[in-house]
């Protein structure tokens, strides 16, 4: 079954919380950015679902996806485009029955071709490496190859480069195959978030 996202670009990931989350994510969309997922490990609940939806009315209202790490039940609660999970975020099958048929469900594979390859086959949208670079957020990541972006060509699925990318080194994931760059401190953590995200679009528009 086609995948039910479209094109390519930079997928950015929101870092909070914090105070300015709103007008960071404003500006990220502002700059470029191709596909949101709103990541938030807190538990504070109400805060979680008032800034997921104020982003979701962002998201849309310049046609953007806006995703949820993690949480199907959030996903519901927002209308949300879909969910991420990790291999810790429970069962897809589970998800895709709760989401629905038109629902972005994106898995992180790592560095493992094999889970990618079991996802692929389940109906999911994208399927996430990595990290291929040193990553701030997780420092401690298992490592992924480039080569990896190639050997899963074939999938048939977007495929999402993630970890420590920087404009000055995501052309190579590029070219090896990504068809998003995930990010999340080279966007949200830069002062100049629309310009950061602007820098990660040019990518894509020039190659």
């Known amino acids: 079954m086609p995948s039910r996202l479209q094109g390519r670009g930079l997928y950015v990931i929101t870092d909070g919380p914090r105070p300015n989350l709103l007008e960071a994510v404003a500006q990220a969309l ?10 938030d490990k807190t538990a504070d609940h109400d805060r ?9 009315a962002l998201c849309a209202a310049r046609g953007i996806p806006m995703i949820v790490n993690d949480d199907v ?3 519901i609660a927002t209308n949300a485009a879909g969910v991420h999970l990790g ?15 038109d629902a972005i469900l ?6 493992s071709l094999e889970r990618a390859r079991r996802f692929a086959a389940m109906d999911v949208d994208y399927v996430a490496f990595g990290t291929f670079f040193p990553s701030p957020t997780k420092p401690h990541a ?16 977007p495929r999402v480069a993630i970890g420590g990318i920087t404009p000055d080194n ?4 590029i070219d090896a195959g990504a068809d998003y760059l995930a990010v999340i401190s080279a966007v949200f ?11 990660f679009a040019q990518l894509f528009t020039t190659h």
């Open 106 to 111: 994106g898995v992180s594979c790592y560095d």
């Open 170 to 173: 995501g052309q190579p994931l």
């Open 48 to 56: 979680r679902l008032a800034e997921a939806r104020a982003i979701r």
């Open 142 to 157: 298992r490592r992924a190859p480039f080569e990896l972006l190639r050997q899963s060509a074939t999938l048939g699925v």
């Open 73 to 75: 039940q959030l996903a």
């Open 30 to 39: 502002a700059g470029g950015a191709r596909l949101l997922q709103y990541r």
């Open 87 to 101: 291999e810790d975020d429970g069962d897809v099958a589970a998800a895709r029955e709760a989401l629905g048929t």
């Open 189 to 199: 953590g830069d002062p100049d978030v629309r310009g950061a995200a602007a820098r």
